[in-house]
């Protein structure tokens, strides 16, 4: 079991309380693991986590995570583990946060998969993603709800959005219980489908 990066989006706390428990895969790896985000996210994880960013000033000895930070800017790129990550600029209602392309270093599918782009929390994307999002073999949206939310893209709207940048293989994701996936999923554009625990990619019907 592994956990080579971890790639932040935004720091609300449905994506990073689990933060803490980063530590069972250091104990298995025996390593530290890297972390990327903006300076913004940084700051607000160092804030909820000084146990984790500054252990040195920790009165106790503990067994906390041990993280390795990188900031990163939207657009530029990095590459690990044979992947170049760039960092997507979107938005979450007002909150500008990011979503993550992914390519192989060396321009393969990974058998279907590559390019990627994770896009989750988002209500509107900038004009200048856009060219980012050209290309994808797969897109992981979010997809709240029906009905209208201010931080969340709609179904129509999700819909709407996968089909203009038209990846081969759309996921959508972060539905609620209003959601019923047996009732929407039908009912989707060829090549688009609700994710689900244990799916896999090229995704398969569930």
Known sequence: MRCDAIFITHTHVD??????????????????IDLFAECEAIASLERVYPHIFQRHRNVNKSFVADINVHHVTP??????????????????????????????????????????????????????????????QTLVL??????????????????AHASEIA???????????DIRHHKVDPTLPA????GFDGLRLPSTPC
């Open 167 to 177: 990846a081969r293989d759309t996921v959508f994701v972060h539905m609620t219980h």
């Open 15 to 32: 994506h990073v309380w689990g933060l803490d428990e980063v530590r069972r895969y250091n104990a298995i790896m025996l390593s530290p």
């Open 142 to 159: 979010d997809m709240l709800r029906i009905r209208a939310h201010p931080t969340h893209f709609t179904l129509d709207q999700a819909v």
């Open 75 to 136: 657009g530029v790129s990095i590459e690990r583990h044979g992947l170049r990550i760039t960092p997507l600029r979107l938005l979450h209602g007002r909150l500008p946060i990011l979503g993550w392309r992914i390519d192989t270093s060396d321009g393969g599918d990974g058998g279907g998969v590559f390019p990627l782009a994770y896009c989750t929390d988002v209500s509107g994307i900038p004009p200048e993603t856009y060219a980012a999002l050209i290309g994808l």
């Open 191 to 194: 090549g688009m489908r609700l």
